[in-house]
């Protein structure tokens, strides 16, 4: 079956990539402010946001992998294998790049190249034990190349998702309601594991998003009004949060959450209007 492919959801994809690339560029090296330069000290200056990138991200993930997964067969050793394809010959390339560019910066420097975890040494030991485990996918974001914490919860986050889109077809969007629900609850109590929580629940937030919006495609109009009503509204509910007697449940307000979805279905609505931008006749 021909899936669609959605344009202007992989142009958010990628400004949510290169967020995430200002944010750590920034935090990891120490950048400080350029004289005569506005554009660049802005983006050093508002890098920390780039670090949501990481989750808007993990939303388009799961949009993009629903799109392509609902309604196909599809076996567990076809999905491995084109799980492995894509993301272990970069990340091995990128391990061994990066080791070998710690090793040099110890030599010549004496210290590593990331800088965040200088004032804790036992956090960022480059030796052959952390070497092995980064082989297998295994990063908790303390060693070598740090930022690929992400890429170890993949591995779980994309068997999960299979087996709900492989075994539970009939039922994928209100068991996946349900997940996402549970997570939710457990994001607001800590009770399991944060980062594995939260990309789970992201992944799954856009699996959601995708089924509703290709069931109101036909709609697409009131998508785009409700997706720029969703976005402007997000400094009335950021102040919302400082009246005091909402200042208990502040927490359980999903400000952030109402942006991510509003600029998703942003991107997917401005498709139908704009679909033949850049494209040749």
């Not at 995430?20 to 946001?49: G, K, L, M, T, W």
């Not at 998508?223 to 009335?236: A, D, N, T």
Request: net charge positive; hydrophobic share 50%.
């Amino acid at each position: 079956m021909k899936k669609d492919y959605y344009y202007f959801v992989d142009i958010l994809r990628w400004l949510s990539a290169t967020a995430v690339i200002f944010y750590h560029y920034s935090a990891h090296f120490q950048i400080e402010e350029i004289n005569d330069s506005r554009f660049f000290n802005f983006i050093i200056n508002n890098s920390p946001y780039g670090a949501y990138g990481v989750w808007v991200f993990w939303m388009i993930s799961g949009f993009v992998f629903t799109n392509i997964y609902i309604n196909t067969e599809s076996n567990l050793s076809e999905f491995f294998v084109k799980r492995f394809a894509r993301l272990y010959p970069l990340h091995f390339a990128t391990l061994i790049i990066v080791a070998l560019l710690q090793l040099y910066s110890f030599k010549q420097f004496d210290h590593l190249q990331m800088y965040a975890f200088q004032d804790s040494p036992e956090l960022h030991y480059n030796d052959l034990y952390r070497f092995i485990k980064n082989l297998f996918f295994i990063n908790n974001g303390h060693s070598y190349n740090v930022v690929t914490w992400s890429v170890s919860i993949e591995i779980p986050v994309y068997f999960i998702f299979f087996y709900f889109i492989k075994y539970n077809t009939n039922n994928f969007f209100l068991k996946s309601l349900f997940l996402v629900f549970l997570l939710w609850l457990n994001l607001r109590f800590n009770f399991l594991y944060y980062h594995l929580t939260m990309c789970l629940f992201y992944f799954f937030f856009g699996a959601l998003i995708y089924l509703i919006c290709n069931s109101l495609k036909k709609f697409n109009i009131y998508l785009l009004l409700f997706s720029i009503i969703g976005i402007l509204s997000i400094p009335f509910m950021h102040e919302l949060k400082n009246i005091i007697f909402l200042a208990q449940i502040k927490k359980f307000i999903p400000t952030n959450l109402l942006f991510y979805l509003s600029l998703l279905i942003l991107f997917f609505s401005l498709e139908k209007y704009l679909h033949n931008v850049g494209k040749k006749n």
